[in-house]
């Protein structure tokens, strides 16, 4: 910016050109920042903000109004910041800001979301990151606290480990910390299945139908070495020689599909027993997957065959 002390500039840069106006007045005095907003170089687009432009505003720049408008102490949280950190998959139009408990916002902004805690210390707010935001892992279990159903809040946790953004012990830290977060049963449980393996919402959903149906525990996400390399088993009894496997939506595409098929009939060939869910059946309908499960570890159950020896070396994911 020409003609401008130099720690407006610096603020200025920091902030996307978004300021409050008593930061501008600070700098600037107040007859210099009324008249550049009545002369149109400026424009207030929030009570007590300011944007140091007469154009349109940047997705950046909202944020920073939504933060400043909301006071000393606010900060992205939930889906807004764990979004600017990378996670994906998830449509969230609003802008969810996390507040000090004892901040009160005298007039929220459209579309935006503000939340109270009482556990918002240094440990919980990124040290450098810009906008102000929690920290991934408080940001995905704030999430998904906030989510609109169980299944969402799964999902949140499942999709931050998966997409590789954090582990899960890093995540269960967090967890821990957030003693009166709402969820943390389920979201320990979730972390539990994520880091034995499941880590797609789907086979999140199968986890729970094993629960549910009283199914003995698979081993899952069982590596296997065959002719091309290694390939993952969602679920593994190994005792009864059954694999079941939880599709989704890509494996309908026809390269997929016949590389299901191949597979499957390599370990037919070698003595298993392959059961193929879509993803929607185990999530609408559980009880008959679970029946059809069932029905084949009875096959087995209760007769003379002892647990066979694997046909291959097999690891959990880690």
């Known amino acids: 910016m020409a003609n401008v002390p130099e720690d407006l500039a610096q603020l200025c840069q920091r902030q996307a050109g978004v300021l409050t106006v008593e930061s ?37 720049q909202r944020l920073w109004m939504a933060i400043l408008a909301a006071g000393d102490g606010a900060v992205l949280a939930g889906l807004t910041a764990a979004s600017l950190d990378g996670l994906t998959g ?27 805690s009482r556990q918002l210390g240094d440990g919980d707010v990124h040290p450098v990151r810009l906008p ?13 606290a906030w989510a609109a159903t169980e299944r969402t809040a799964r999902a949140i946790l499942a999709a931050g480990v998966q997409q590789r953004l954090i582990r899960v012990a890093e995540l269960g830290n967090f967890l821990e910390h957030s003693r009166q977060v709402p969820r943390r049963a389920l979201m320990r449980v979730t972390l539990a299945d994520v880091a034995g ?7 999140l959903d199968f986890c729970d139908l094993v629960r549910r149906y009283r199914l003995p525990e698979p081993d899952r996400q069982v590596r296997r070495m065959d002719g091309e390399g290694y390939r993952w088993l969602d679920a593994v009894w190994e005792w009864a020689r059954l694999i079941a496997e939880i599709d989704g939506r890509w494996h309908m595409d026809v390269r997929a599909w016949w590389a299901d098929m191949h597979r499957d009939n390599g370990l037919i060939v070698n003595g298993y027993r392959v059961l193929r ?15 059809q499960i ?16 694997p046909l291959w070396n097999t690891a959990k994911q880690s």
Request: hydrophobic share 40%.
């Open 24 to 60: 501008a007045i600070r700098i600037l005095g107040r007859p210099s920042v009324r008249w550049r907003l009545s002369s149109g170089r400026w424009r207030r687009v929030a009570d007590g903000v300011l944007v140091t432009h007469s154009g349109p505003l940047t997705d950046q």
């Open 90 to 116: 998830f449509n969230e139009t609003r802008t969810h800001l996390l507040v000090p408990a004892s901040r009160r916002v005298r007039k929220l902004l459209p579309g935006v979301v503000v939340h109270r």
């Open 132 to 144: 102000p935001r929690t920290r991934l892992g408080r940001s995905l279990v704030d999430a998904a």
């Open 197 to 203: 393996g499941a880590e797609a919402l789907s086979e």
């Open 277 to 291: 869910f879509p993803a929607f059946a185990v999530r609408d309908s559980p009880k008959a997957v679970a029946d």
């Open 294 to 309: 069932a029905a084949a570890l009875g096959q087995v159950r209760g007769s003379d065959l002892a647990p066979p020896e």
